[in-house]
């Protein structure tokens, strides 16, 4: 069975652009782990989140009671016109730390 060019380019595309989306979405994982679990010690949870989030990610934390809740999104590089736009999260839970002055956003 033979495949033409275009669809080999197609699929070489659709490769590369999946391998990004893992390692955005690894990205994503390890910013808001490291976000949450700075907020829980009572640091700024935001430098945390930025030091590992990939270019273009948003971080979200939330505090509720004694756990805080870190979310990070960021846009996958498409590479080729033809395949849509997406968009990969990680989140992270952490309690907070006895002791600790409270969680920091």
């Given at each position: 069975?033979?495949?033409?060019?275009?669809?080999?380019?197609?699929?070489?595309?659709?490769?590369?652009?999946?391998?990004?989306?893992?390692?955005?979405?690894a990205?994503?994982?390890?910013?808001?782990?490291?976000?949450?679990l700075?907020?829980?010690?009572?640091?700024?949870?935001?430098?945390?989140?930025?030091?590992?989030?990939?270019?273009?990610?948003?971080?979200?934390?939330?505090?509720?009671?004694?756990?805080?809740?870190?979310?990070?999104?960021?846009?996958?590089?498409?590479?080729?016109?033809?395949?849509?736009?997406?968009?990969?999260?990680?989140?992270?839970?952490?309690?907070?730390?006895?002791?600790?002055?409270?969680?920091?956003?």
């Amino acid at each position: 069975m033979a495949v033409g060019l275009p669809a080999l380019m197609f699929l070489l595309v659709a490769g590369l652009t999946a391998v990004d989306a893992v390692t955005t979405r690894a990205g994503c994982v390890d910013a808001a782990r490291e976000a949450a679990l700075a907020a829980a010690r009572g640091e700024p949870g935001l430098p945390a989140a930025t030091r590992y989030a990939p270019a273009g990610a948003e971080v979200t934390l939330t505090v509720t009671g004694d756990r805080v809740t870190a979310t990070v999104r960021a846009p996958v590089r498409t590479f080729g016109t033809r395949l849509p736009q997406s968009t990969v999260s990680g989140a992270a839970v952490a309690a907070v730390e006895p002791g600790a002055p409270g969680p920091a956003s």
